[in-house]
Structures are given as C-alpha cells and as structure tokens.
C-alpha cells in the first residue's frame, strides 16, 4: 500500500489524512523531517502560508522536501499548500518551495467572496469535483511544463507539472475524494517508474 505523509505544522491535517485513507492509501501526520524517507508522496494542507513557509524553515523541511521531489516522489499543494509549491507569488512577497513554474495570487477572490463552493470539471477526472474554496489563491500565469487541469471563471485553479500536484481550493473538506484517487494515482506511477 502506498505510504502518503500530509505535513502537519499548522492547518487543515487530519481532514487529508481521512481523505487519504477513503482513496485506499495509508495516511500519516509529518511532524520531522526524518518521516519523510518512508513515504512515497506527500500532502501540503491548505492553512496560512506564511505561517506554514516559517515552519518548515525552522524545521529543516526546506532542504527536505526538495530532495524528496529530487527523488521523483509527489507532492500535492492545497491552497496554502499550492503557495507554498509555487516559484512566484505576486506582489514582491518571497516564494517557498518554488517547485512549480508558476505565479501565484494569495487571498485573490477578495471580501465579497472570501469562501463559497462549487463544482469544477477537472482534466483526467470523469466526475465533476466538489471544491470548496475559502480565502483561495489563484494561479496567474503557468510556465510551459504545467498542465492546466481545471479554471474557474477563466482562471486557473488546478494545476499539475508532473508530479507535483496543485489546487487552489480544499478538496478535503468534502466527502468526494476524487482528487486524493487521482494523486493516489501519480504515486503508485512514480513508486513503479522508481522500482
Ligand atoms: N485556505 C487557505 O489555505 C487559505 C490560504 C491563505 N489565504 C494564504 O494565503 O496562505
């Protein structure tokens, strides 16, 4: 069975971890770096992005993370999560990761619509996906390895450079876990690439 770690320094953790387990994998919260070797792909919750950059700096997951995705090994952004996968974020802020050839725009659906639901049409998945976005990122412009999988109002809320996964919405709160499958899926492809 296919180990996926979700960090867990700060924000919405234990709803990935049930989401994870309800695709078929085995879940487990990331608190050391040291976890990360016996995993075969890893979640970054949706939270504050700030506060979570901060942490993983302070934790040593900066280095980590990026020889893990060195490896071949997925990841998957979750709103915060997906700012924290990106090279750039608008509006001269410093970027984390910067494992996604992409610029992101934090808090981008302003006051009037801070968090609403909907259902999106996502690329590679045959259902229509129940997404819930709360103080959602947008991603504002794509480099030419990123696949745009879904677009919201003509702007781009999942995205996907190999493997490394990304949306700007939270696809854990919600009991439709066709998005954790499909990551599911890019680990098992890259666990048998790896073997
Ligand atoms: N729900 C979320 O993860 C919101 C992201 C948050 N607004 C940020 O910029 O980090």
Same mark, same amino acid.
């Given at each position: 069975? =296919?180990?996926?770690?979700? *960090?867990? %320094?700060?924000?919405?953790?234990?709803?990935?971890? &049930?989401?994870?387990?309800?695709?078929?994998?085995?879940?487990? +919260?990331?608190?050391?770096?040291?976890?990360?070797?016996?995993?075969?792909?890893?979640?970054?919750? @949706? @939270?504050?992005?700030?506060?979570?950059?901060?942490?993983?700096?302070?934790? @040593?997951? =900066?280095?980590?993370?990026?020889?893990?995705?060195?490896?071949?090994? $997925? !990841?998957? @952004?979750?709103?915060?999560?997906?700012?924290?996968?990106?090279?750039?974020?608008?509006?001269?802020?410093?970027?984390? %990761?910067? !494992? =996604?050839?992409?610029?992101?725009? &934090?808090?981008?659906?302003?006051?009037?619509?801070?968090?609403?639901?909907?259902? !999106?049409?996502?690329?590679?998945?045959?259902? $229509?996906?129940? +997404?819930?976005?709360?103080?959602? $990122?947008?991603?504002?412009?794509?480099? $030419?390895?990123?696949?745009? !999988?879904?677009? #919201?109002?003509?702007?781009?809320?999942?995205? &996907?450079?190999?493997?490394? *996964?990304?949306?700007? #919405?939270?696809?854990?709160?919600?009991?439709? #876990?066709? %998005?954790?499958? #499909?990551?599911?899926? =890019?680990?098992?492809?890259? +666990?048998?690439? &790896?073997?």
């Amino acid at each position: 069975m =296919m180990k996926i770690g979700v *960090l867990a %320094l700060q924000g919405a953790v234990a709803e990935h971890i &049930r989401s994870l387990e309800a695709a078929g994998a085995e879940a487990v +919260a990331v608190k050391r770096v040291e976890q990360l070797d016996e995993l075969n792909g890893l979640v970054i919750p @949706g @939270g504050e992005s700030t506060t979570i950059g901060k942490l993983m700096r302070k934790y @040593g997951f =900066m280095d980590a993370i990026a020889a893990f995705s060195a490896q071949g090994k $997925p !990841l998957f @952004g979750t709103c915060a999560g997906l700012i924290v996968l990106a090279d750039r974020i608008e509006g001269n802020e410093d970027a984390h %990761l910067r !494992l =996604m050839d992409m610029t992101v725009a &934090r808090n981008a659906f302003g006051r009037q619509r801070e968090s609403f639901e909907t259902d !999106l049409r996502v690329k590679g998945i045959d259902e $229509p996906v129940r +997404a819930v976005f709360i103080r959602a $990122p947008l991603i504002k412009e794509v480099g $030419p390895d990123v696949d745009v !999988l879904s677009t #919201y109002n003509n702007e781009i809320v999942t995205a &996907r450079q190999g493997h490394l *996964l990304a949306v700007s #919405y939270h696809p854990e709160l919600t009991d439709d #876990y066709s %998005l954790h499958a #499909y990551f599911l899926d =890019m680990v098992k492809e890259a +666990a048998a690439s &790896r073997a």
